[in-house]
């Protein structure tokens, strides 16, 4: 008697189950759409999508697998919904429309590691501590009349390397390390404006300990670039976490260079020393801080300047790399730009450099530097975002509480039904003659990201690149070494996306050499 009631109770239960699932797929039968999720491809146990990530270059793979699943597709990375954004359309939802909702960012090993458990812009979650830091960045660190102050400065370095590039043309080779030259600038112009220091060239502090720290710097990029294991598998021990130890070392090192400046700083305070130049950033930050500012402590602006020193140095350099490079392997483009800094600068051209104040009167560069983000955005996958709420009519599909949320920007712009049968080709003219941006307003191309999570150092960005451009394109022609061609169809992948292969060029000065 017992057996037959325990079977029953058990049938009962089954039944009890099947009335409830079948109550619930009514329900959403009479709601069509507003609590589906968006399609998925086929997942494996306990890992879910992730193996699809190991083959290629994440955004090269989610880009195929979204002209199969949609613009908006949803995964699984271990035990972590994943939702991917891959067209315009999608972008704006997450970015715009239900901003508010998909501001966070999901906890991750980098935030733990690099910027002390998300004291930082980038990566810290959505909330006061971040609205702080964000609201000193923009309202303090990076406006406008700031970055203006540092106008000389910026002049003053790409001048340095233009004059450097001319005792390449003594050497034996003559062959011109692109990205080692691009990387140097961008790290000279960053650390001036944040330390009051630079590190490669004539005066510069230290050439040899500069280019062991910017290896850490692509060492960061390129490890953060990895899929954690630790993110999507919490459970695990620390230690079988392959890239776990690499990010601590990493870090160590960048942390005990920011906090040597920060050490230098204090003392000069203390010491009532005036430094070089007008306040710098860490300055404006250790005013703040012994100012009576209680959120922002030693690792916020550890943190905050991790954020910058390594981006400013990097995506601004692999936006230049990308541009030269394309613009070099296009010698029409390279002559149109010629051109217009030529009839920009007047007769006396070969005697002048391009300034900051000439750069608006220069809508083809402008193409070019705007055709370059589009087709080379130096963040493919735009910093993850997280969903703080559950949202039901994201173009029709319900994304969950706490669904990471990735911008594929690289599928983006590469959108033929936003861009045309030629989107694959890097063609400048498509920015003339229209006002279509690239600076978060419009969502054909993201690649500074829009609304609140948008990149704060977007207008420096933009002005380095610029100015650094035109310099190089005037002042110097430019080709391939013999035996070598430019190939910009093949990527090497980390957060920032890199030429497979370092430009190298060899370098002839059209201008008189006083110049420079």
């Known amino acids: 008697m017992t057996v037959r009631r325990k079977v029953f109770q058990f049938y009962q239960s089954v039944s009890s189950l099947m009335i409830f699932?079948?109550?619930?797929?009514?329900?959403?039968?009479?709601e069509p759409r507003l609590h589906i999720f968006p399609d998925r491809p086929i997942g494996l146990p306990l890992i879910g999508h992730l193996h699809l990530l190991f083959a290629?270059?994440?955004?090269?793979?989610?880009?195929?697998?979204?002209?199969?699943?949609?613009?908006?597709?949803?995964?699984?990375?271990?035990?972590?919904?994943?939702?991917?954004?891959s067209s315009p359309a999608a972008a704006k939802e997450f970015l715009k429309t239900h901003d508010a909702a998909f501001a966070s960012r999901p906890l991750s090993a980098v935030g733990r590691i690099f910027v002390h458990y998300n004291a930082d812009i980038a990566f810290a979650p959505?909330?006061?501590?971040?609205?702080?830091?964000?609201?000193i960045a923009t309202l303090e660190l990076l406006t406008a009349r700031r970055i203006d102050m540092f106008q000389g400065a910026r002049m003053e370095e790409v001048r340095s390397m233009c004059q450097s590039l001319l005792g390449v043309n003594n050497c034996e080779t003559g062959i011109v390390d692109v990205r080692g030259r691009l990387s140097a600038l961008t790290f000279n112009l960053i650390t001036f404006m944040l330390m009051g220091k630079r590190y490669f060239g004539k005066d510069a502090e230290n050439d040899e300990g500069a280019k062991k720290f910017l290896n850490v710097i692509a060492g960061t990029f390129e490890v953060c670039g990895e899929f954690p294991i630790g993110d999507y598998f919490p459970w695990l021990p620390k230690f079988l976490d392959p890239a776990e130890h690499r990010m601590h070392s990493l870090a160590k090192s960048l942390h005990e260079f920011l906090m040597d400046n920060i050490s230098e700083h204090e003392n000069k305070r203390n010491n009532s020393e005036k430094n070089s130049t007008e306040d710098d950033f860490l300055d404006i930050l250790l005013s703040l801080r012994d100012n009576g500012d209680e959120r922002l402590q030693n690792k916020n602006i550890i943190s905050v300047m991790t954020n910058l020193v390594a981006a400013g140095t990097e995506t601004s350099a692999v936006t230049l790399e990308w541009a030269m490079a394309e613009s070099i392997k296009n010698p029409t483009i390279a002559a149109k730009a010629r051109e217009e800094i030529e009839l920009v600068l007047g007769e006396k051209?070969?005697?002048?450099?391009?300034?900051?104040?000439?750069?608006?009167?220069?809508?083809?560069?402008?193409?070019?530097?705007?055709?370059?983000?589009?087709?080379?955005?130096?963040?493919?996958?735009?910093?993850?975002?997280?969903?703080?709420?559950?949202?039901?009519?994201v173009m029709g599909y319900h994304i969950p509480r706490g669904t990471t949320v990735l911008i594929n920007a690289y599928a983006i712009a590469r959108d033929t039904s936003a861009w045309g049968d030629d989107a694959l080709l890097f063609r400048p003219e498509r920015f003339l003659g229209t006002d279509l941006d690239i600076r978060g307003r419009d969502f054909e191309a993201v690649p500074f990201g829009s609304g609140r999570r948008q990149c704060p150092g977007m207008a420096l960005a933009l002005t380095t690149v610029h100015l650094t451009l035109a310099n190089l394109l005037h002042g110097f022609e430019w080709r391939e070494p013999s035996g070598e061609s430019i190939d910009t169809s093949k990527e090497q992948y980390g957060l920032t996306l890199l030429m497979a292969n370092k430009l190298r060029l060899i370098s002839t000065p059209r201008l008189e050499q006083s110049t420079f």
């Open 56 to 85: 290629n270059p994440p955004h090269t793979v989610l880009q195929r697998l979204s002209a199969r699943h949609g613009p908006i597709m949803s995964l699984r990375f271990g035990h972590v919904p994943v939702v991917v954004a």
């Open 126 to 135: 959505y909330g006061d501590s971040w609205r702080h830091l964000r609201k």
């Open 349 to 393: 051209w070969m005697t002048k450099m391009v300034e900051e104040h000439d750069l608006s009167q220069l809508t083809y560069l402008q193409a070019i530097v705007k055709e370059t983000l589009r087709l080379h955005p130096a963040v493919p996958l735009l910093v993850p975002h997280q969903s703080t709420q559950p949202v039901s009519n």
């Open 21 to 30: 699932f079948l109550a619930e797929l009514a329900v959403v039968t009479k």
